[in-house]
């Protein structure tokens, strides 16, 4: 498995496209959901990708504490059509949740999931923190996960 992570700054125009067209190809084409995609806290975050043969199956962007939120959160979680059923979801979500917890320290994580991830994200250990609410047409539900203590 070809897992890694990078800064804005580290991402070639290449990969960069690749991650974008991706996000755009799901988010806003098969979703069916015009948005604004590019919204400045791409600069920010460290994104996390699963490669096979030069083609990224599994995504996903971390944002810091302080940039959209008060503690980091998670975004853009996303597995190419393509790859979906493989437990690519699973693994992505274990590897974004090790970073922030490892390497920003952190002990709470946020997103705001798509209503029907709800279960998945709680079998991750996130539970809802909002009603649901309509987010460019699509609902969804803020989500916290809080570390348990060693």
Known sequence: MN??????NEL???????FLKLRVNVFVVEQECP????DDLDQESIHVA???NGKTLAYARLVPAGVKYGIPSIGRVIVHPEARGKGLARQLMARCMDYILSEWQATEIQLQGQVYLKDFYQSCGFEPISDEYDEDGIPHVDMKFTAKES
């Open 50 to 52: 699963y490669t096979e």
């Open 3 to 8: 897992w890694n992570t990078y800064q804005f």
């Open 35 to 38: 948005y604004p995609e590019l």
């Open 12 to 18: 070639s125009a290449g990969k960069l496209y690749e």
